[in-house]
């Protein structure tokens, strides 16, 4: 009999092989990882279906995994194809006035774009030039 850390080992195969028991101590969120020796010829087909149900137990967490990529491929070109903001007023600047704009004047148009007003003032005259394509 193998003693394995608490935990249960499943059903199957690998089940008939490995036999849980306590040993005692506290339980922690530690992973362990057990390797058990045995006589290949002898345990062939437990084997041999060990891995089988261990192939099946992988798809479907190989399909979850696929699914959550392309999801999140999707949502990744979704962020890159959203169009341009264009200012709300018809009024607009130039590179000159807006760097004489002050910090309030700024966060002022910004707001009104509903664009992030927060920032250092280099940053909030970025924000506006590309609102204003300069």
């Known amino acids: 009999?193998?003693?394995?850390?608490?935990?249960?080992?499943?059903?199957?195969?690998?089940?008939?092989?490995?036999?849980?028991?306590?040993?005692?101590?506290?339980?922690?969120?530690?992973?362990?990882?057990?390797?058990?020796?045995?006589?290949?010829?002898?345990?062939?087909?437990?084997?041999t279906e060990a891995a089988k149900q261990a192939a099946e137990d992988l798809s479907e967490i190989r399909t979850r995994l696929e699914t959550a990529l392309k999801v999140q491929e999707a949502q990744a070109?979704?962020?890159?194809?959203k169009p341009k903001k264009t200012p709300v007023?018809?009024?607009?600047?130039?590179?000159?006035?807006?760097?004489?704009m002050d910090k309030k004047l700024l966060q002022n148009i910004l707001k009104q774009n509903d664009l992030p007003t927060?920032?250092?003032?280099?940053?909030?005259?970025?924000?506006?030039m590309e609102l204003?394509?300069?």
């Open 77 to 81: 070109q979704a962020q890159k194809e």
């Open 132 to 134: 204003y394509s300069l």
């Open 118 to 128: 927060s920032g250092k003032l280099d940053k909030l005259k970025e924000r506006v």
């Open 89 to 100: 007023s018809g009024t607009s600047f130039t590179r000159e006035e807006i760097e004489g």
């Open 1 to 47: 009999m193998t003693c394995l850390s608490g935990g249960d080992v499943g059903s199957g195969a690998l089940a008939e092989l490995l036999q849980p028991c306590v040993l005692g101590g506290k339980q922690d969120d530690i992973t362990i990882v057990l390797a058990v020796v045995v006589d290949k010829r002898r345990e062939s087909a437990a084997l």
